[in-house]
């Protein structure tokens, strides 16, 4: 089967329908894996049968709502208006046909990405991927305009020994160094190979500044088709990882003393006839009005994304001085400290570059958030502060995941752009897990004050 060759089914007519499952049964194909993202980004879904796999198209898979907030600790949210309350409801999961692509690590098996329903045909408004689909809306809608994103994802490979779980590689390798020398067993390539399969169009791959730590860089694309390549790149890794009997993370900071794993994303927006409108070849810097409309609004709501940028107890810790994440709402040219980095290039390849992602962002909702904050820069014709050079300046951002939903719930603004839906699901989600944090005793505090206190 060629890279990603099926992703040009859309009709859902039955006899198209029909073609399809014929074309899948001729190519091997016994089972269709419909998933979608949860809030944290988290793959769920089921294997279908190919046999049964007409229905599902037509009726869609039949979910419980409350996965899409379900805490790490597999329990469901019990918060006011969510799931408990309701009675557990069900969902649909509708495939969506454009995004069936063979799986190179299970026989016989192709994935689909769903969009989520209730059975009166209404979008779940609490579904990751239908909200960057609504930001996407907003833009072409009222700015005509078209986002356009490219990912960088960082991530720990580890492998689990009789003392717990350590580094794949404890080699001292440099930042860049490809080969075996930080890559004992060719994981990088077979990441590679596999995302060629499944279409995910990853551009570079290489060793980052920890041991077993690595980056991915992906190829632009549209909002929703970029973010739908890296939900499906983070799951490929934990999926090769595990055959290769190891474990992937993208947990933003596992070891104290390593450096953090982020989540770097780079945006720009065209206009009716492709161009891109954050370039102006007649200002100083080539950079357009838009432009900075656009990272004006980013850096306003800066500190209330975060709770989407930085999700978890965890993330906070990689947010720290001399880790190259920035500590402030700020922008620079080409400056690595800064929330906003503007690369050098200008023409096709002007772009903002925002460095505060953790790499346990969910890919719907980092995107999403993002966009709505440069809307809001557009509309309201924001200014930007002055640019900052290393060490940065503006706005502190919040120190922790307490702080960042608090921020989150006074941007009045904000949350209106995001809808009060998407607000309450998110924040009550992460206040749980923000407060079985605060009442876990952790190993740090057991070691320093058990003897001495």
């Not at 060719?186 to 190979?193: E, K, N, T």
Request: overall charge negative; some cysteine; hydrophobic content about 40%.
């Amino acid at each position: 089967m060629q890279p990603n060759k099926m992703a040009t089914y859309t009709d859902t007519r039955p006899d198209a329908v029909k073609e399809i499952i014929t074309r899948l049964e001729r190519q091997g194909v016994k089972y269709v894996r419909v998933t979608y993202s949860d809030m944290h980004g988290y793959p769920r879904g089921k294997d279908i049968p190919l046999e049964y796999f007409a229905n599902v198209i037509e009726d869609g898979q039949t979910f419980c709502v409350a996965n899409l907030v379900d805490g790490l600790d597999g329990i469901p949210l019990n918060a006011p208006g969510m799931a408990p309350d309701r009675g557990f409801p069900d969902m649909r999961a509708v495939p969506d046909l454009s995004t069936l692509a063979t799986i190179p690590w299970e026989p016989h098996t192709v994935q689909c990405l769903a969009d989520l329903y209730d059975h009166n045909g209404k979008e779940i408004d609490i579904s990751p991927r239908q909200f960057l689909k609504r930001a996407v809306t907003l833009f072409e809608e009222t700015l005509n305009l078209t986002p356009v994103f490219a990912h960088e994802l960082e991530f720990y490979l580890l492998q689990h020994t009789e003392a717990g779980w350590k580094k794949y590689s404890d080699r001292p390798s440099m930042v860049y160094t490809v080969g075996r020398r930080s890559d004992e067993r060719g994981m990088l390539h077979q990441f590679l190979d596999a995302g060629k399969t499944l279409g995910l169009q990853l551009t570079a791959a290489n060793h980052e500044i920890g041991g077993g730590q690595f980056e991915v860089n992906m190829l632009h694309g549209t909002a929703t088709e970029s973010a739908d390549r890296a939900f499906r790149f983070k799951n490929m890794v934990k999926e090769i990882a595990a055959c290769n009997g190891l474990h992937a993370t993208f947990m933003g900071k596992p070891f104290t003393h390593e450096p953090g794993s982020g989540f770097h994303i780079h945006v720009s927006l065209l206009n009716g006839q492709d161009a891109n409108v954050f370039h102006d070849p007649q200002a100083a810097d080539g950079l357009s009005q838009i432009c900075k409309h656009f990272m004006a609004g980013v850096l306003r709501h800066a500190p209330a994304t975060m709770s989407f940028l930085a999700p978890t107890v965890n993330a906070y810790k990689r947010l720290v001085p001399d880790s190259m994440a920035p500590l402030a709402a700020d922008w620079g040219y080409d400056v690595r400290t800064a929330f906003v980095r503007i690369p050098a290039e200008r023409g096709r390849g002007s772009r903002l570059e925002l460095r505060a992602g953790d790499a346990s962002a969910n890919p719907y909702l980092i995107a999403a958030a993002c966009l709505l904050a440069g809307y809001d820069g557009i509309v309201n014709e924001l200014e930007p502060p002055g640019p900052a050079g290393e060490g940065g300046q503006g706005i502190s951002l919040p120190r922790n995941l307490h702080e960042s939903i608090e921020v989150l719930l006074r941007d009045q603004r904000l949350c209106e752009l995001i809808g009060a839906p998407m607000v309450k699901a998110f924040t009550a989600m992460k206040k749980v897990e923000a407060d079985r944090f605060q009442k876990h005793v952790t190993d740090w505090e057991f070691n320093e004050y058990v003897y001495h206190i």
